[in-house]
């Protein structure tokens, strides 16, 4: 069951670089075409500042990356707590869900990028990370209890 536990996040994990890389797909021949040189950047620029530069449509995946490199954050060690605690099959098909839910969430803000959708995929997979970290803590709590 631990490995089971383990498998959401590094899905997770590869969606958020095949992210990175379709994002670099689009960045960078956007950035030739309106003759952005990364050389001649100025110290200290970030992707965010392509905002407004760069075709909307092509930060949104940007946006998305770093979005991933957020509120994924926590389901991480939270996998990991379970993954160690001992989840039980319901953990499982949770992460799963919040996995399938961030997927959609990047390819919705990737592509057509509408609030009403976007923020209703971010608020279900929240409510599972939220389960998720619950049941993280009781069994954490639950451990502790019985140490004691």
Not at 23 to 35: E, H, S, V
Not at 59 to 81: A, C, D, G, R
Not at 140 to 148: D, N
Request: aromatic letters at 8%; a positive charge; charged letters at 10%.
């Amino acid at each position: 069951m631990q490995a089971q536990m383990l498998a959401p996040a590094a899905a997770l994990v590869l969606w958020s670089l095949i992210m990175l890389v379709w994002t670099a797909a689009t960045r960078f021949p956007a950035m030739a075409k309106l003759g952005v040189n990364v050389k001649s950047a100025p110290p200290g620029g970030r992707g965010q500042n392509l905002d407004g530069v760069l075709p909307d449509q092509v930060q949104w995946k940007s946006h998305n990356y770093s979005h991933l490199m957020e509120q994924p954050t926590i389901f991480y060690p939270v996998v990991l707590i379970l993954a160690l605690m001992g989840p039980n099959p319901g953990d499982v098909a949770i992460a799963w869900g919040y996995v399938a839910l961030r997927v959609l969430h990047s390819l919705w803000q990737a592509t057509v990028n509408t609030i009403p959708v976007r923020f209703s995929l971010f608020i279900l997979s929240t409510v599972c990370l939220v389960l998720l970290a619950i049941h993280a803590f009781e069994l954490t709590a639950l451990a502790k209890g019985v140490a004691a």
